[in-house]
């Protein structure tokens, strides 16, 4: 996709929804971070069913540390993978207590060090809770990247690394959950909506549905 066409794109993107943000429900950056981490494998809306209940009863690190792996798995059973994401919630809570006296790094290496914390999860935080002119590459974002050839790759870091040399610079703020909510709610795996896509025009893939 040539520069034009990519300026093209964020441009429509951003003009019809100025000011994105994430579907997860959280109010501080340990939630959003314990959310993120629970959404592994799941969707936004089976994690906020999931979190609304269990950030009541222990949303900091201090009283999500003092659950046993027992207690917590009642809130979160529903979700896929829960007894590993059970496991590393408690384990990343006590070592954001013991490193960074419970609150969270603002720092791809300090997240990445947590337990259950990728690179595509410490992106998501450093964008959403930070600011940071980052992108995290998940299911959506790589499908709707290579569909369209904004920004093809073979893999995750691949694909990421194209999107943030090719974003123009004053879009890469909001590019991650323009990517993301297009991707789940037009560009999507099975039925993509071409016919209601506001960048239809601009996308290259050669698979566009009629209707």
């Known amino acids: 996709m040539t520069p034009k066409k990519i300026r093209a794109l964020f441009e429509r993107l951003a003009k019809a929804n100025p000011n994105p943000v994430t579907e997860l429900a959280y109010h ?10 629970l959404s592994a494998q799941a969707t936004d809306k089976s994690v906020n069913l999931a979190t609304r209940a269990l950030f009541e009863a222990a949303g900091t690190p201090q009283k999500m540390a003092r659950l046993s792996e027992a207690e917590l798995i009642p809130y979160i059973n529903r979700i896929g993978l829960y007894r590993a994401k059970a496991k590393n919630l408690i384990a990343m ?24 914390v990728g690179r595509k999860t410490a992106n998501v935080v450093l964008n959403t809770a930070f600011g940071e002119p980052t992108v995290g590459v998940d299911t959506h974002v790589f499908r709707l990247a290579n569909r369209s050839r904004l920004a093809p ?22 590019a991650h959950h323009w990517l993301i909510l297009h991707g789940r709610y037009v560009c999507k795996a099975l039925r993509p909506d071409c016919p209601r896509c ?11 549905t009629a209707g």
């Open 153 to 174: 790759g073979k893999n995750v870091r691949e694909v990421e690394e194209k999107l943030l040399r090719v974003i123009p610079a004053e879009y890469l703020r909001h």
């Open 93 to 116: 809570s006590r070592l954001l207590l013991e490193r960074h006296g419970g609150e969270v790094p603002h720092d791809r290496a300090a997240l990445e060090a947590l337990p259950g």
């Open 28 to 37: 501080t950056p340990y939630q959003l971070l314990a959310a993120v981490i």
């Open 198 to 208: 506001l960048i239809n025009d601009l996308c290259e893939w050669p698979e566009k």
